[in-house]
């Protein structure tokens, strides 16, 4: 049973580009949320979805970020117009059911840098 | 006051040592606890869920005081391979999100 998939692992953007990362959830899980860890920091909670559905974006920068997990398809968290300050590793976590009691499991991350 | 508050450590032990860490966190209405652990540049993994009763898992024991809004670590037995970063996890008001303690540093030397 594949864990949780992210890619790119890596991304390397200059200022002012776009970035995407993808993530596709653990086979059976619904729910995909992403957490961004900053250098020498904690994980950080961006937003929670569900299939076509934001569900809780409250941990979201309110410009140049979304997110979206479509129908078919893996979620993906878009930043435009990147910033050095954007530099950090991004997880990705899925749960069978919203989080109550259920655990989330994270892919490996997307370690990215703004030059 | 921080949601979730670890000692950030290092802890250094030899082989064979008792360890346990504290957590403490803000919100009383959080009803999920858990402990991940996280190695250098890696995704942070489940190591167990903490429940009122107390639980174990081999070498691992976990407790959990509401009333203080305390959680701890027990590892018993330390193995080099024990080495990393121990996150403290609770569950937000909403129960849509979690919420990370920045981690306690341990290193198991030989």
């Known amino acids: 049973n594949a864990g949780v998939m992210q890619n790119p692992r890596h991304l390397v953007r200059r200022r002012g580009q776009e970035a995407r990362l993808r993530c596709s959830p653990m086979k059976g899980h619904s729910h995909v949320y992403w957490y961004r860890q900053l250098p020498e920091e904690g994980l950080k909670f961006m937003v929670y979805l569900q299939k076509e559905n934001i569900i809780d974006e409250s941990g979201m920068p309110k410009e140049r970020f979304s997110a979206e997990f479509p129908k078919e398809g893996p979620s993906i968290l878009r930043i435009q117009q990147v910033v050095r300050g954007d530099s950090a590793a991004y997880f990705c976590a899925s749960s069978p059911q919203g989080t109550g009691s259920y655990e989330q499991y994270f892919g490996p991350g997307t370690r990215l840098t703004v030059t | 006051r921080k949601e979730v508050e670890q000692d950030p450590g290092p802890f250094n032990v030899p082989e064979g040592a008792t360890v346990a860490f504290n957590c403490t966190y803000s919100n009383s209405a959080s009803q999920s606890f858990f402990w991940y652990r996280q190695d250098c540049r890696k995704e942070p993994k489940l190591l167990m869920s903490?429940?009122?009763s107390g639980n174990e898992d081999g070498r691992f024991t976990a407790q959990l005081n509401r009333a203080s809004q305390y959680i701890s670590l027990l590892i018993r037995d330390s193995k080099l391979s024990d080495s990393a970063t121990y996150l403290c996890v609770v569950n937000n008001q909403a129960g849509t999100a979690l919420i990370f303690g920045k981690g306690t540093t341990l290193s198991v030397s030989s």
């Open positions: 903490v429940y009122s």
